[in-house]
């Protein structure tokens, strides 16, 4: 690990209306390392990840990516920089199968026109097979016939196939059983561990402190701290997400 950040945010500010979703937040993630983002309903998250991607600007504060400051002004700026998110809703087509979703929106089509099915079969089958996807039977089998833990595999694999560097995967594991559950935290270190940054959403203390590496608290917009799990425990987040201390209290005027 280099311990370089491939994607930095320095100070970045989000309002909307009168609330102020961020506030001077600074965030890293390094490549070969899962980073967890967490914080109770309201800290900010969700709004700091779609920030990164591209859905929304940040008001203030600046973002590099592979040390040039960058400015993101969608999600296909953000993807072009190599930057995915694999959402809690996992965004796949229920009625097409496993190469078409890979694929969808980013067709190979062969010089006469046609799509061209062998190689973005073969390709598909590649990723899969680099991020030890096992589980499933044929690449042509429809979405809706697969598991919560295929799905998720799935599309995490459909970020990864284009070249990207920073994934991003929001609540991957909320609603699957023990077995699916193990199969995609042993994806998610697998995708540390082959050099990429992980970002990991997630309130599930239990799996965060099985496949990161560090921990970003996040409380009412605020950054309260950055832990390495390896020198931290459950009572310590808990402690820091729910009372971790404020540089002021929202809402109140900031004196002069």
């Not at 961020?22 to 309201?42: K, Q, S």
């Not at 929001?170 to 998610?188: F, H, K, M």
């Not at 309130?203 to 402190?209: E, G, M, R, S």
Request: with cysteine; glycine share 8%; aromatic share 4%.
């Amino acid at each position: 690990m280099s311990g370089q950040p491939i994607l930095e945010l320095r100070g970045v500010s989000k309002r909307f209306g009168a609330v102020q979703a961020l506030t001077n937040v600074d965030f890293r993630a390094i490549p070969g390392e899962v980073m967890a983002l967490v914080g109770d309903n309201g800290a900010g998250k969700s709004t700091l990840i779609k920030g990164v991607a591209g859905i929304y600007p940040f008001d203030e504060g600046e973002v590099y990516f592979e040390g040039r400051r960058v400015t993101i002004h969608n999600p296909r700026e953000a993807s072009a920089l190599g930057i995915e998110v694999v959402y809690q809703d996992l965004a796949l087509a229920d009625n097409l199968d496993v190469v078409a979703n890979m694929f969808l929106g980013r067709e190979q089509v062969s010089r006469v026109g046609r799509l061209s099915e062998l190689e973005m079969e073969e390709a598909c089958i590649r990723t899969l097979s680099g991020l030890s996807v096992t589980t499933l039977r044929s690449v042509r089998l429809p979405v809706a016939a697969l598991s919560g833990g295929q799905r998720q595999s799935i599309a995490v694999a459909k970020a990864v196939m284009w070249n990207s560097k920073v994934v991003i995967l929001d609540e991957p594991t909320a609603a699957l059983g023990v077995a699916q559950t193990r199969q995609v935290l042993d994806l998610v270190r697998r995708l540390a561990d082959s050099g990429l940054a992980v970002v990991l959403i997630s309130h599930n203390l239990h799996d965060i402190f099985e496949v990161s590496d560090r921990i970003t608290v996040l409380r009412l917009g605020y950054l309260v701290r950055e832990m390495v799990v390896k020198e931290t425990d459950y009572e310590s987040v808990v402690r820091e997400m729910t009372a971790g201390q404020l540089n002021r209290v929202p809402g109140m005027r900031d004196h002069e």
